[in-house]
């Protein structure tokens, strides 16, 4: 059982903190809104009045934050987890937030004795309350393997990405990433039902055989026969589902 404790206790810290409590681990919470806290006691969290109280006798100190302004102050402030936490308490910042805070905060954690690690997340609140966020960890190999004991219980998968800052910058890359592939899909979306015949006719002018563009000019071709050639290309799921039913459409309404 490790004495871990827990700052930032909102949409993501309260199921993560709570995955901790349900692994066996002591879970000493604190959060500005009152509203978070008493969520976080309903997972079994014990949550104090003051950041100062939280961090009593912690051997791990989690923080999960909006943004790089407010992992700085929590970590730098007079009051804050370096002046606060036990000199051997193992840091974990797991807030998604600029590189420049990240190593701004491995630097001044080092100074001051600290072993930290960057640990961003991927998985969004149902992977938290699962247990089956990535995480992304950036640090040294020692304290990636220390990190690694304490959050198993909330991980599908824990990757080290590399050294100092290298956990929010896979994060930040990983997100982009995310961003390009659902423009691609908004745009694609708009544009299969027309471009789909382009498709066709390169493969026609160039001698390659696409039997799956086929397919699908033929399903678009059907959707705009039955007077849905206005609406999404998504709609082209409704072929697939045995009964021709879409969650969320009513063709009664089109």
Not at 29 to 49: I, K, N, Q, Y
Not at 131 to 159: N, S, Y
Not at 223 to 242: F, N, Q, R
Request: glycine fraction near 12%; include cysteine; hydrophobic fraction near 45%.
């Amino acid at each position: 059982m490790t004495v871990i404790s827990w700052i930032g206790l909102g949409h993501m810290g309260s199921p993560m903190s709570a995955n901790l409590v349900e692994a066996g681990h002591t879970v000493r919470g604190f959060d500005l809104d009152e509203r978070a806290m008493a969520t976080a006691r309903d997972g079994g969290v014990e949550t104090f009045s003051s950041m100062a109280e939280a961090l009593e006798g912690a051997e791990v100190v989690f923080t999960m934050l909006p943004k790089g302004e407010h992992s700085r102050a929590v970590y730098l402030g007079d009051q804050g987890v370096l002046a606060l936490a036990p000199k051997d308490a193992l840091l974990i910042d797991s807030s998604t937030i600029d590189v420049e805070t990240a190593l701004e905060l491995h630097k001044a954690a080092a100074e001051k004795g600290f072993a930290f690690v960057d640990a961003p997340v991927s998985g969004g609140i149902s992977g938290a309350a699962a247990g089956t966020l990535t995480f992304m960890i950036g640090g040294d190999k020692d304290t990636v393997a220390r990190a690694e004991q304490v959050i198993t219980p909330m991980a599908g998968r824990i990757v080290h990405t590399g050294g100092p800052g290298m956990g929010q910058s896979a994060k930040i890359v990983n997100n982009m990433m995310l961003f390009v592939n659902l423009e691609a899909c908004a745009e694609g979306s708009v544009l299969a039902a027309k471009d789909v015949g382009l498709a066709m006719s390169a493969g026609e002018q160039t001698g390659v055989d696409l039997p799956a563009a086929e397919l699908a000019a033929q399903r678009f071709q059907r959707l705009i026969d039955e007077g849905y050639g206005d609406l999404d290309c998504s709609l082209i799921v409704k072929y697939a589902a045995p009964d021709g039913k879409v969650q969320g459409w009513n063709p009664d309404e089109v």
